[in-house]
């Protein structure tokens, strides 16, 4: 089954849209599998390229997405690749989630790097909204410590 998803900015205006296939489904999260859909780009310790394959864990009831990306080539993760935003919305046949800037890159040798948080600290965000991103980031930075990461 297809799936749109959606990152929307602050307005709730629609920025980026694609589609992925639905992989499981249960009653506070979805994950999906989508494609690189753009030219190959270095990013971090490796190079994001066109096709590599992306499972996608949406949660309703957390302030983050995970990305678990594969090489195209040789199907090898790759590492994980998580969005700060608002819990998602999930609806019949979308998926979408308001981006707070923060995202987290997790190597697989297990380092973490916080990206963005200079474009973070410039978003006009009301105390509920900056709590909440800061609260997802620890969250997830503690999940990547202390557990096995989603597949």
């Keep these: 089954m297809k799936i749109r998803v959606q990152k929307k900015n602050l307005e709730g205006e629609v920025t980026y849209e694609y589609e992925g296939v639905l992989l499981h489904r249960d009653e506070n999260s979805i994950t999906l599998e ?32 995970i990305f678990a990306v594969y090489d195209r ?3 090898k993760i790759k590492g994980w690749y998580c969005n700060i935003g608002k819990p998602a919305v999930i609806e019949d046949g979308v998926v979408s989630y308001v981006d707070l800037a923060l995202d ?3 190597s ?6 916080v990206l963005d948080e200079d474009e973070f600290g410039k978003l006009n965000l009301k105390e509920e909204l900056r709590a909440g991103a800061w609260s997802g980031l620890n969250e997830l930075k503690r999940f990547f410590k202390n557990n096995k990461p989603p597949d």
């Excluded at 499972?55 to 983050?64: F, K």
């Excluded at 697989?108 to 790097?113: P, W």
């Design 34 to 65: 989508a494609f690189f859909d753009r030219e190959d780009m270095p990013f971090m310790d490796v190079v994001l390229k066109k096709g590599d394959r992306f499972v996608e864990h949406y949660y309703m009831d957390h302030w983050y997405n």
């Design 73 to 75: 080539d040789d199907g």
């Design 104 to 106: 987290l890159w997790v």
């Design 108 to 113: 697989t040798s297990g380092k973490q790097t």
